[in-house]
């Protein structure tokens, strides 16, 4: 229980530093027709393909984050969810936070097969790199790590339409790629 505890306030403390930017005029799905975009959840939720999502935020002290997400899907199923969240600054105080927030919460999935994530640092740059391949993880075992309160796990899935709505309030964009 401490474990989750303290994975719940690291990742809050992480999306509280990076903000959320103005989420008035970013959706994550919309009805529009244009090339690439989104045209309905619900067509989604129904076919099969690979979204490509991003995130940006707002941090202090000349820290410029963003977040890159790659989503194979089937159905409302996520088959496979690959995230690249990156923060780039000149101060190298605020990349060793970061590195050490991604240290911390990389350890809690430690010999989780099938969630793999690594750490890149340049002079600039901290990235975490996060592969999870929902269909052959461990479901239960990353549930007692997260909890089962907040997730995007329905029925043994990670469920699309979820991961959609709970990206959608960071002001989260996807288009099919």
């Given at each position: 229980m401490k474990k989750i505890s303290l994975l719940v306030v690291c990742l809050f403390c992480i999306f509280l530093i990076t903000g959320c930017g103005?989420?008035?005029?970013?959706?994550?799905?919309?009805?529009?027709?244009?090339?690439?975009?989104?045209?309905?959840i619900d067509d989604l939720t129904?076919?099969?393909?690979?979204?490509t999502c991003t995130r940006e935020g707002t941090a202090s002290d000349g820290v410029m984050p963003s977040f890159?997400?790659?989503i194979t899907y089937k159905n409302d199923n996520i088959l496979v969810l690959h995230s690249v969240e990156m923060i780039t600054s000149d101060n190298s105080e605020s990349l060793d936070q970061y590195e050490e927030a991604y240290k911390k919460i990389n350890t809690y999935y430690k010999g989780l097969n099938y969630y793999d994530s690594e750490i890149k640092r340049t002079s600039d740059s901290v990235a975490r790199d996060t592969v999870i391949n929902?269909?052959?993880?461990?479901?239960?075992k990353l549930l007692e790590i997260e909890g089962e309160e907040d997730n995007i796990i329905k029925d043994g899935k990670a469920k699309l339409a979820m991961w959609l709505e709970f990206a959608s309030k960071f002001g989260t964009t996807c288009s099919e790629a």
């Open positions: 103005d989420m008035s005029s970013n959706t994550t799905a919309s009805k529009s027709s244009n090339a690439g975009k989104i045209k309905d129904s076919s099969s393909g690979t979204l890159n997400y790659y929902y269909e052959k993880i461990d479901i239960d």
